[in-house]
């Protein structure tokens, strides 16, 4: 028998989301999630993934998972510190160091688990960070469970953030103060204005963390926001994830030596938690070789999210200010745009509506994530359904 106490909870709570429209549905995927993906048994043109360079149905990598299956199995067996460290995690690593241009990397087993592992490994209840106010929800929970002060700055406001460091420091109340910001905003796709923040960094000694989920693979030729800024040797952390334009799975920080070394020992999802298969590492250096080689995959990324964003633009959607292929359409009310995401999927258009708590109340919007692997025709026929779409809904 379940606790009656626990129904009422989730039966209320999950009526009010429902009412308020406030409650995602998850649609199934069959198949692989390319360009074009099905859905209920529908063809549709896929706007909403983060394989932003089609990596996550490419052939070599692919193909070097399926060697990585035969030569060392299906799992890595142990966690990383146990013997769940095979040859093929340390040629990842290696692979992601030169990559980043960095003296060490530490590979975890996702993003979200990188920033809650990482950012308590190195702060405590003695520090504070200073976190950009609409930085990722697994960098606020990194943030918390370090048990630091957290002090939010407006999001990308460069004097409220010197402000809130001048104050802090001056407060003589922590050992340490790290600024973290995400380096490309998800929901919006703008940059962070990491020159700045770097400066500010130094004149106030703060530890800098960049978590380059969507700018890896996508700004700096690929090599992600640090690099796009060439600040490589100003930021402590280069956070990144394997899952978006990698195409794969898994999170990782680039840094220095000594701090990869301490993330080493301290970070708990390291100790305590099974590294990735070996198809994902096989896999995941593969896509790095692949980017390091050649810039065709990042340049066509580009060429599409241009594409597509004039495209919306010129029908007169709001697209926000983003500043990479991540190209919102705010909507505004959370109903509206669940409605103009329902109504673009009948139409033949797969892209989600984000909501709050993902976005703040009131800039529901459905988020667009043009990919290289979109071709011409394919984003053609998605504005056309934007239209069409847009204008049965008085939107535009
Ligand atoms: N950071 C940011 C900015 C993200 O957008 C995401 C993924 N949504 C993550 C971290 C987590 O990455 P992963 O999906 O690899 O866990």
Redesign the pocket.
């Known amino acids: 028998m379940s606790s009656k106490t626990l129904d009422k909870f989730l039966n209320d709570n999950l009526a009010e989301l429902k009412a308020n429209g406030l409650y995602n549905e998850i649609d199934p995927v069959q198949g692989a999630n390319g360009p074009i993906i099905h859905i209920n048994g529908k063809n549709l043109i896929n706007l909403s993934s983060?394989n932003y360079l089609g990596l996550a149905t490419d052939e070599r990598l692919k193909q070097v998972a399926k060697d990585a299956v035969d030569s060392h199995g299906a799992g890595a067996g142990a966690v990383r510190t146990i013997n769940g460290t095979l040859d093929l995690h340390i040629e990842l690593e290696k692979k992601l160091a030169e990559f980043k241009g960095t003296e060490a990397v530490i590979s975890y087993q996702?993003?979200?688990?990188?920033?809650m592992a990482a950012i308590s490994a190195v702060m405590d209840k003695h520090d504070a960070i200073l976190s950009d106010e609409l930085?990722?929800?697994?960098?606020i929970d990194g943030c918390r469970l370090s048990k630091a002060k957290i002090i939010r700055f407006a999001h990308s406001d460069m004097d409220d953030l010197r402000l809130k460091a001048k104050e802090a420091v001056e407060s003589g109340q922590y050992n340490k103060i790290m600024v973290i910001t995400?380096?490309?905003?998800?929901m919006d796709g703008d940059i962070a204005k990491l020159p700045e923040i770097v400066e500010i960094a130094e004149e106030f000694d703060l530890i800098t963390y960049v978590?380059?989920?969507?700018g890896s693979g996508v700004l700096g030729k690929g090599a992600g926001t640090v690099k796009h800024f060439g600040l490589q040797d100003k930021v402590d952390f280069q956070?990144g994830?394997?899952?978006?334009a990698i195409g794969v799975?898994?999170?990782y920080v680039a840094g220095k030596a000594n701090l990869i070394d301490w993330l080493k020992v301290r970070s708990r999802p390291f100790l305590f938690s099974t590294a990735v298969s070996p198809a994902d590492a096989a896999a995941s250096k593969k896509a790095i070789e692949i980017l390091m080689e050649s810039t065709e995959l990042h340049d066509k990324l580009w060429e599409n999210g241009n594409y597509l964003k004039d495209g919306l633009k010129k029908l007169g959607f709001d697209i926000g200010n983003s500043e990479t292929p991540i190209t919102p359409c705010i909507i505004g009310e959370e109903k509206a745009a669940q409605e103009f995401s329902k109504r673009l999927f009948e139409e033949g258009v797969y892209a989600k509506s984000i909501v709050f708590p993902t976005v703040p109340r009131g800039t529901g919007r459905v988020r667009n994530m043009p990919t290289a692997a979109h071709t011409k025709e394919m984003l053609d026929e998605a504005i056309q359904v934007y239209e069409k779409v847009g204008k049965e809904m008085g939107l535009i």
């Open positions: 983060n996702s993003g979200f688990n990188c920033n930085n990722h929800a697994s960098i995400d380096g490309v905003f998800s978590d380059d989920a969507h956070m994830t394997l899952s978006k799975i898994g999170g």
